[in-house]
């Protein structure tokens, strides 16, 4: 029989000053270790040798019911080889009670306590004759326990209590901030992963997209050719050179050259998104009149309902703008028809004026810009449009109504291309709408040449 003695208190500027080497020796091993195992580990080495433990170990629940072997300090060399394989049952024995019941266990002689006979040979093969457990914390919940050693069956006083627990709590806060870390990183570590791979990804995308514009654009050019031929004959047709028409002959050629050119806007339009995203686009810029620009896009529509009065509001003088005509006349053109197809009865009305700076700048928005912009406004008193799709309206192929028994046809391209074509003249087309109201879409632009390369 072991006996059992009471550690001599030591003073309490002794005491003060091995908590601080104790709290000093964990702080350094969090610093300097590169995972949590290893603060354990480093933590064990030089905080075992402060408490006067033979040896000592960190364990860790590998399962609820079940504690692993994380780290070890100075064990036998005989037993170094097993060490993996160590496992204690959560509430057996001091190791697995204390995590059990989240509490300091203290076996101050181990072969005066028969509850432990059990691991008498052990505690004699080992060398140890007293132990203590302490829990390691970690999110507030016991997840192992640190356990040392000692030879002699020395009783702890409260000063050696009071280190004890200095260093369980002062190892468990270091220990969680370092699975914190360890977290992190490996969080980190998947975001790049992911990053990578949304790189990967993006690029496979913007090569698909291109691809599909490069198959667009050039599908676009072969259908003008054949249905070139198609408007051909049919424009011989219609002025019988062939040969004198009966009056449903007549009509019938009309009906086809209609759908020919239908087609063949269809196809200008998707020619111009695609070669819009390609960087294609060429704009001939020149000096001209916006009220005639307005003119010549209304006079190229097929005239709206009986019941709709088309108004245009502009000034006398010419408005002087410098950009491309033809892709204005087109923008306006788009917008005239959308105003004509969503009004049944009321009115469309066009506006021309000159407004004093570009809206669209960002200098504009911080009230520096005094450059002018032309404007041209499209109001109608038609359906309108709700607040929630101001913006869908101006996707590809997009109607605020995508049904396949929508009322209105059309592909949903031409809010779509002609905002594209507004940025590339260096302007822009807003809305304004009221559902059940009416909307005034806004195209303006730099009466200066102002061009947008398209990304």
Not at 179 to 199: G, K, M, P, S, T
Not at 214 to 226: D, I, M, Q
Not at 319 to 332: A, K, M, N
């Amino acid at each position: 029989m072991h006996e059992t003695s009471v550690a001599t208190p030591l003073p309490a500027h002794e005491r003060h000053v091995r908590e601080l080497r104790a709290a000093r020796e964990i702080a350094h091993a969090f610093l300097t270790a590169r995972g949590p195992e290893e603060v354990y580990r480093l933590a064990l080495e030089r905080v075992a040798p402060v408490v006067g433990a033979a040896f000592g170990c960190v364990y860790l629940r590998e399962s609820d019911d079940v504690l692993r072997l994380v780290a070890a300090w100075n064990w036998p060399a005989e037993f170094r080889p097993f060490l993996g394989e160590m496992r204690v049952r959560v509430g057996l024995g001091p190791t697995g009670i204390a995590v059990a019941e989240h509490r300091f266990v203290e076996v101050y002689d181990v072969f005066a306590d028969t509850a432990l006979a059990d691991w008498w040979d052990a505690a004699r093969e080992l060398g140890f004759a007293s132990t203590v457990a302490l829990p390691v914390v970690l999110d507030g919940r016991p997840e192992g326990a640190l356990t040392f050693y000692f030879r002699q069956t020395e009783q702890l006083d409260e000063g050696d209590r009071s280190l004890l627990r200095l260093v369980a709590d002062q190892l468990s806060a270091t220990a969680e901030k370092a699975h914190l870390i360890e977290d992190l990183q490996r969080a980190n570590l998947r975001l790049r992963e992911q990053n990578v791979e949304l790189e990967a990804r993006f690029r496979e995308a913007e090569e698909a997209r291109r691809l599909k514009n490069e198959f667009l654009a050039n599908v676009s050019h072969e259908l003008r050719t054949p249905l070139t031929a198609i408007l051909g004959f049919t424009y011989l047709l219609r002025e019988q050179h062939g040969g004198p028409l009966t009056a449903e002959q007549s009509a019938s050629v009309e009906k086809v050259e209609a759908a020919a050119m239908a087609l063949m806007h269809l196809i200008d339009d998707l020619l111009s998104m695609a070669n819009l995203q390609l960087g294609r686009l060429d704009v001939k810029p020149e000096t001209c009149d916006a009220v005639a620009l307005a003119r010549a896009a209304m006079s190229g529509l097929p005239a709206p309902s009986p019941e709709v009065v088309v108004r245009t509001l502009a000034p006398d003088a010419a408005v002087p703008v410098r950009t491309d005509p033809s892709q204005v006349v087109r923008i306006l053109r788009n917008l005239v028809g959308n105003a004509y197809k969503f009004t049944a009865s009321g009115s469309v009305t066009i506006r021309v004026r000159i407004s004093s700076g570009s809206p669209w700048t960002p200098e504009a928005r911080a009230g520096g810009d005094a450059r002018h912009a032309v404007v041209w406004e499209v109001e109608d008193t038609g359906i309108g449009i709700a607040e929630a799709d101001m913006e869908a309206i101006f996707d590809p192929f997009r109607q605020v109504d995508g049904s396949a028994t929508r009322r209105y046809g059309g592909t949903g391209m031409g809010l779509s291309l002609s905002r594209q074509l507004a940025r590339r003249l260096g302007g822009d087309i807003s809305v304004r709408s009221k559902p059940g109201v009416g909307s005034t879409f806004v195209l303006a632009l730099p009466a200066g040449f102002a061009p947008v390369l398209m990304s």
